[in-house]
């Protein structure tokens, strides 16, 4: 390595009409990132290992003692699992830019600091909604290895149930996104995401049996509970119009004030 | 072509970069010099758009960076070769960066080569590379997009003697065919051999600018080191010239040109063994007019 070489660097055809970087190669590159390094690829073989010996453990706990289990169940089972690591790989999208200092080049390959964040986001959605369909198959294969334990099956999976699964895990994924946007540290993130996640919905109820004024405004600031009615696809009045202004509240200010926050930041 | 105008960026009460200005040439290297926390690196990343300035300008070929479509094709930007992640192969870097950039994975083999990393080398994680091959690297991501235009903080860190050459020669050949170098240093020997341009830096401040030759003249009057066979013989004819020699070490040192010395000795029948400038070198003026700055506060 020390010995000096011929120093002439290899050239390359002139650039000669200036293309601005596309936005499909930014997306491409985001992707490429999320499993890339070691830290990364475990989290994602991670997820996968997870969701499968949950998934293995409640077909033969359930299929020896013959509960009652759906398709649908399963998902849900592995739902609870996705729902815990989709955000921290949400917030490691955003916060690795940050500890290890590699938005330096990003940002100096592609100034344009918004687009390099949509590309985060949607590399997000795509990993969140890869992981929800895989998590479905598993559940079918266990619905089926369940189907041979107890000797009876339900094959039961609405629909409005697998859509609203589907928007629930990308919601919640986007929170942890949101608020890796606001804080750019992974462990302060992966903190903010949990106390919102279990700490805030119990002060919710706190609140709400504390005082009537409150229990009348909880459910337009309770993102938890308003996201849950989107995984039983079942709506109260103001179900929709209390999921969009508690996700307003809760993912829609982090993720602005975050934006702007490395829209002006400096990065060193 | 680099061009700064006015420069100046302030944290709070702070002022990092004061009004700072000046131009980097096509087919030159310029090398931008000044102690730590002298505000280098502070400039060079508001000339990438990482650090939005208080004040001023920063223009790259005309263009504001933020302006530059695909800036890697035409700016090669190496700020610090530690902020890579170290969970990545070096391999996995450049094919990011070339991805980036959009251009053909065999360029990522081309750089590899030209920085002198073994394909094992490339393989690993930048964990355990050490400062200098990560240098190696940061200065081959900053070539990928074969750019007109370097910008380098501090590259030779963590180079060993050789690889220090190696870059010397790299950055040379790169001026040559009309490329743009601003290499930055806190360590005045590793730019005084490169650079044909020179802008020292104090508090944010310059202090100087400009070719070797003009600096060294702006040093201080002219002064020889000169050591000769018979010492005292030369001493007493630089004396009777109206020279002021005095002794240091085994020769003399005397307030006059080199040419003069040899004259002299020439005339008086006396061997030289040793002849140099003996003036303030680069060093002396870098540190004293850095120290300058230091003692007044503001200039």
């Known amino acids: ?268 | 072509m680099i061009k700064v105008e006015g420069l100046t960026r302030v944290y709070g009460s702070y002022t990092a970069v004061d009004d700072v200005s000046f131009e980097c040439l096509p087919g030159k290297v310029t090398g931008f010099l000044g102690p730590n926390g002298a505000g280098k690196s502070t400039t060079m990343r508001i000339m990438v758009g990482l650090t939005p300035p208080s004040k001023g300008s920063v223009t790259i070929g005309g263009q504001r960076y933020s302006q530059i479509p695909n800036p890697g094709r035409h700016v090669g930007v190496l700020l610090d070769a530690s902020a890579q992640h170290d969970g990545r192969t070096g391999r996995e870097v450049l094919t990011l960066g070339a991805m980036a950039m959009g251009l053909p994975s065999k360029r990522v083999d081309e750089m590899l080569a030209l920085v002198s990393l073994t394909p094992s080398e490339a393989k690993r994680r930048i964990k355990n590379y050490s400062l200098g091959m990560k240098q190696r690297l940061g200065i081959a991501h900053a070539l990928l997009g074969d750019p007109q235009v370097l910008i380098l903080d501090e590259p030779a860190n963590g180079l060993d003697p050789a690889g220090i050459r190696w870059m010397r020669g790299l950055l040379k050949a790169y001026a040559d065919r009309g490329g743009t170098v601003l290499l930055s240093s806190h360590l005045l020997h590793e730019v005084e051999q490169i650079a044909d341009e020179m802008i020292l830096i104090g508090r944010g401040r310059i202090v100087a600018q400009g070719d070797r030759r003009t600096l060294l003249a702006s040093a201080g009057p002219a002064q020889a080191l000169v050591t000769a066979t018979d010492n005292d013989t030369l001493a007493k004819a630089l004396t009777a010239k109206g020279f002021h020699p005095q002794p240091a070490g085994e020769g003399i040192r005397v307030d006059c040109a080199p040419v003069d010395v040899g004259r002299t000795a020439l005339e008086a029948g006396v061997v030289l063994t040793d002849l140099r400038t003996g003036g303030a070198g680069l060093e002396d003026l870098f540190l004293q007019l850095t120290a300058d700055t230091q003692r007044e506060g503001t200039l």
Not at chain 1, 151 to 164: E, F, Q, R
Request: proline letters at 5%; hydrophobic letters at 55%.
């Open chain 1, 1 to 268: 390595m020390s010995a000096p070489v011929p120093a002439a660097v290899p050239t390359l055809p002139a650039v000669t009409h200036a293309t601005p970087v596309p936005f499909s190669r930014t997306l491409k590159v985001e992707l490429r990132k999320s499993w890339d390094s070691r830290a990364a690829f475990w989290l994602l073989v991670a997820i996968g290992l997870l969701v499968i010996a949950v998934e293995l453990i409640a077909t033969l706990v359930s299929g020896l003692q013959d509960q009652d289990m759906a398709w649908g169940d399963f998902a849900g089972i592995a739902g609870f699992v996705t729902s815990v690591l989709l955000p921290v790989l949400g917030i490691m999208l955003v916060t690795t830019e940050w500890s290890q200092r590699t938005a330096m080049t990003t940002f100096a390959l592609e100034p344009r600091r918004p687009r390099v964040i949509l590309a985060k986001a949607l590399v997000g959605v795509t990993l969140t909604v890869v992981t929800v369909i895989g998590a479905m198959v598993i559940g079918l294969v266990c619905n089926a290895l369940y189907a041979g334990l107890a000797g009876h099956s339900d094959w039961h999976l609405g629909l409005g149930d697998m859509v609203g699964f589907l928007i629930y895990q990308v919601l919640e994924m986007l929170a942890g996104f949101a608020f890796a946007c606001l804080v750019l540290n992974t462990a302060a993130a992966i903190v903010i995401f949990f106390a919102f996640t279990y700490v805030i919905p119990g002060l919710i109820a706190l609140g709400s049996s504390a005082m009537d004024w409150f229990d009348k405004l909880a459910p337009w600031i309770d993102f938890q509970s308003a996201v849950g009615n989107l995984a039983s696809w079942d709506f109260p009045d103001n179900g929709v119009a209390q999921l969009i202004v508690s996700g307003l509240i809760w993912l829609g200010l982090p993720l602005f004030f975050g934006l702007r926050r490395i829209l002006r930041a400096e990065v060193k």
